[in-house]
């Protein structure tokens, strides 16, 4: 499996600017999850889905965030309209719910910059 | 919301040296993971422990899970340059129908060779 893939894995983009992030999860993990990395604030979890349902989106910053799952293999997170303070580096993850000891794979992250 | 602290922030040490990194909560976690992140790529789980006073070994990796769930180490023997990254720990508490993980900062760690 090739595992969790993001793209872009890089992207600058001007302020005002729509922004969309891709991730494609391991087939047959039944839960994806969208992180935030800054130095800051560290990894703040923006919303999953379990079976391409929105379970948690408590995290997602303001209105300007959303995100869909249409299918079992593709997720997108969308910025629109994109700030400054939205630099970071975004990163998908994928997992299937079972007892304690499954771990999370994740992307290799895109890391925005907004100018 | 459930907090978990990592300390150091930041540690920088010579290759052959031994450390501890931990990582602490006020609340109980049913199981708590290790992940390494290096620089570039997403973080990696090195380990997960789910009983209290649990000790792991990954080579020279030891992990210890508190007796109360409360709170994690990670010991490195003889550290070596591709010891370097950020460790992050996180908890899993899961509800109902819901499985997510709550992750601390992390620790910095830089091995010199």
């Known amino acids: 499996d090739a595992g969790v893939i993001q793209s872009p894995r890089h992207e600058v983009t001007e302020m005002g600017q729509e922004v969309t992030l891709r991730c494609k999860p391991i087939s047959g993990h039944d839960y994806l999850f969208w992180y935030r990395q800054t130095m800051m604030r560290g990894l703040e979890l923006l919303i999953y889905?379990?079976?391409?349902?929105?379970?948690?989106d408590s995290g997602m910053p303001e209105d300007r965030f959303s995100a869909k799952m249409p299918n079992a293999s593709f997720s997108t997170l969308k910025i629109q309209p994109s700030e400054p303070r939205d630099s970071a580096v975004y990163f998908c993850a994928s997992s299937f719910f079972a007892p304690p000891g499954i771990g999370y794979t994740f992307g290799s992250g895109t890391r925005l910059t907004v100018v | 919301t459930q907090l978990l602290e990592q300390s150091p922030q930041f540690l920088s040490i010579q290759e052959g040296e031994n450390l501890t990194v931990y990582c602490n909560s006020s609340s109980v976690f049913s199981s708590l993971q290790w992940y390494r992140q290096e620089p570039g790529e997403g973080p990696v789980l090195l380990v997960t422990v789910v009983t209290g006073g649990e000790v792991k070994k990954l080579k020279r990796l030891t992990f210890q899970f508190g007796d109360a769930r409360k709170d994690s180490s990670l010991h490195i023997t003889a550290a070596q340059p591709g010891d370097t990254g950020l460790y992050l720990c996180a908890g899993a508490n899961p509800g109902a129908g819901s499985y997510q993980l709550t992750f601390g900062k992390g620790t910095k760690l830089s091995v010199i060779p």
């Open positions: 889905f379990n079976n391409n349902v929105p379970i948690d």
